[in-house]
């Protein structure tokens, strides 16, 4: 898990800030109030308009980027921390980390059926952010840590 590792030696440092936890050109917002979900959407959305996506891949990056960060408040006492950055291999995308150090989850494939939900929520969030990415990775230790990784690659024109 050297990317859980890498993750909390990052810290969550100040909302918004440049960061060396995934990569040097890395974005990162610390999400632990529900005003820095849509800090979270701004700052991936100006990201991915500035690497050229389409307005629509746009939206989907946002929406699974909003999802994410509401699960952070919903399923973790502190929040956690969203990194951002561009991916050039195998082919130019955008690529979201969310790292945090909650109760971890304890059924992964439990927690990607479509209407399981542990809070009440409607049980559509991760398999949705699934769907929305392109690829798309959790890694979990109960009582340690979840971190979640999604790309969006650009499409061809």
Request: proline letters at 3%; one cysteine or more.
């Amino acid at each position: 898990m050297a990317l859980i590792e890498n993750a909390k030696s990052a810290g969550t440092g100040p909302q918004v800030s440049r960061v060396d936890a995934t990569a040097a050109d890395s974005l990162s917002v610390t999400v632990s109030e529900e005003y820095q979900v849509a800090q979270a959407r701004q700052v991936c959305r100006t990201l991915a308009l500035k690497l050229g996506f389409s307005r629509s891949d746009v939206c989907c990056i946002e929406t699974s980027v909003s999802e994410l960060a509401t699960n952070l408040l919903s399923h973790t006492r502190q929040g956690g921390i969203l990194f951002f950055r561009e991916i050039k291999v195998p082919s130019p995308g955008i690529e979201i980390t969310s790292f945090d150090e909650g109760p971890g989850i304890d059924d992964i494939s439990l927690a990607m059926r479509d209407g399981y939900s542990t809070n009440g929520g409607l049980g559509c969030g991760l398999p949705g952010v699934k769907r929305l990415m392109d690829d798309f990775e959790i890694r979990s230790q109960k009582g340690t840590a979840t971190v979640i990784v999604a790309v969006k690659r650009k499409r061809c024109r």
